[in-house]
């Protein structure tokens, strides 16, 4: 039986991406195509899938290892000619200092474990000093979560104290509101359930997003009676080849041509290097709510694409959501976001930016209006559009003047289709 490495591959422009949660373990018989691990980039989440059949026969990163293109992550046994055993164990070796390396960046940046911690927890004598113990033991620390910056990876007093700080600033991000555990017993009947990986991310980005950009959302209404005329006999044609033509598919074209017209909203703030970043590419990220949570796939050089293309890769890429079968080259690097709750409800809301975007669009239910005038009555579809935005970067007269050229656009369809 030979033996064939998984590397992870295609991160997009991501230099790593941290490892959320392993989907698989040691003897388990996987498929082509079936999610290996979870990543995170940003804010997006995505499963990686496994490009070959075989059983897992090596699992070589952890929750919390940060991951870069070429690393190693399952060993798998292949049911084929096997002359690569020392191929792969060169690679072991390799993929353990590319994936340890990287763990020192997670020790400056989360709480989260390093990547050897069993060494430590067997033997705490050999990797901590009695004084480290008595310190740690002191915070209530426990030294198997704290990764080693000593040689062997043995853990130092700065260690311990890095990772108080650690949690103290990760529980100020996520946990601001939780000083103990609820109980509604005295009220009635409740049943607490655990939060899965994806929701625990989720809320933290959500939490940082809006504890970190200073959000405003400007509410206005788009006529699209003519837009929808145009769209439903479109869509006839387009049925016949198995697509699908929402509303969505205009709207992310009209944003295309509004962002080229308002460069601040494909812009990016670099608080570090304090400038702001204008992006020369037009892509557009959708938020898919799936039953495993949101994910937000990015739709690429939107600006080189028919409505027809649009509209297709819109139905591929909310699949794939569904399936969780993004890879990490659908995510990440948007222009903008935009957030359709479609016709699901509701007149209006307030969408979290998706950081380091400075700009999300959300679009609720079309409202269907009388319009009267003198003695003519005429029957309006008016598209609700709630666009959230950084006021650092972007000031309310500049999104007043975005909303109504986006407007423009998407009321008449002759800007829109040239
Ligand atoms: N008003 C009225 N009807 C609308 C509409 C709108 N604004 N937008 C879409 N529709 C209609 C479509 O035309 C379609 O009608 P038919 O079934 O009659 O053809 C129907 O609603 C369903 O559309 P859809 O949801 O399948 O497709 P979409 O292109 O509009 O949206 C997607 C795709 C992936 C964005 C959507 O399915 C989704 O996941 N939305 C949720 C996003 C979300 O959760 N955002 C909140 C994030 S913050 O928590």
Known sequence: MSKENIKISDIADFESVDVVEILVKVGDEISIDQPLI??????????????????????????????????????????????????????????????????KEVKQQTDIAPSKPQKISNSENAYASPGTQKYARELGVKLNEVPGSGRNQRIVVE???????????????????????????????????????????????????????????????????????????????????????TPLAFVVKALVISLKQFPQFNSSLDEAAEKIIYK??????????????????VL??????????????????SELARQRKLTPSHMGGASMTISSLGNLGGQAFTPIINPPEVAILGLSKMISNE????????????????????HRVINGADAARFCTYLKSVLEDIWKLIL
């Open 38 to 103: 979870t990543v995170e980039s940003e804010k997006a989440m995505m499963d990686y899938p496994s490009p070959s059949a075989g059983i897992v026969d090596k699992v070589l990163v952890k929750e919390g290892n940060k991951i870069s293109e070429g690393d190693t992550i399952i060993v798998l046994d292949m049911q084929e000619n096997a002359d690569q055993q020392e191929v792969i164990q060169q690679d072991e070796q390799s993929n353990s200092q590319a994936i340890s390396e990287p763990i």
């Open 159 to 245: 260690d311990v104290q890095q990772h108080v700080r650690q949690r103290l600033e990760r529980g100020a991000r996520t946990h601001t509101t939780a000083t103990r555990p609820l109980d509604f017993s005295k009220y009635g009947r409740s049943e607490a359930k655990d939060l899965n990986k994806i929701q625990k991310l989720t809320a933290e980005n959500m939490l940082h997003a809006w504890n970190s950009i200073p959000h405003v959302t400007h509410f206005d209404q788009a006529d699209v009676t003519q837009l929808e005329v145009h769209r439903k006999n479109l869509a006839k044609e387009l049925n016949a080849k198995q697509i699908k033509l």
């Open 280 to 297: 020369g590419f037009f892509h557009i990220g959708i938020a898919v709510d799936t039953e495993h949570g949101l994910f937000v796939p």
């Open 300 to 317: 690429r050089d939107v600006d080189k694409k028919s409505l027809e293309h649009v509209a297709k890769e819109l139905i591929d890429l």
């Open 371 to 390: 319009n009267i005038h003198g003695e003519n009555v005429k029957q309006q579809k008016l598209l609700p559009l709630s666009l959230s935005y950084d």
